[in-house]
């Protein structure tokens, strides 16, 4: 999709959506996004909230409670050498 619309830097050089692009992009007051410059263009990305994203998005491995309680005896044991 492409839309093109036209916006103005106002005080403090804030810079307003308009509502057809927070409506394109599925914004939501309080989210994030990347701005980017790249030559004289800025690109603005939607970024995903982490914990949706690990609830949602698509998995790639998996690890079993015994694993992660596994993990961390090794972590706190090698945690427990370095300190006096």
Known sequence: MTLTIEARV?????????????????LKE??????????????????????QLAISGKKFAS???RQIEAISLEEQASHAKGSP
């Open 63 to 65: 690890i079993t409670p």
């Open 10 to 26: 106002g005080k403090k050089y804030a810079v307003y959506l308009p509502r057809a692009v927070v409506e394109a992009l599925g």
């Open 30 to 51: 309080g989210e994030r996004v990347l701005l980017r410059v790249s030559g004289n263009a800025l690109v603005l990305e939607t970024l995903q909230d982490p914990i």
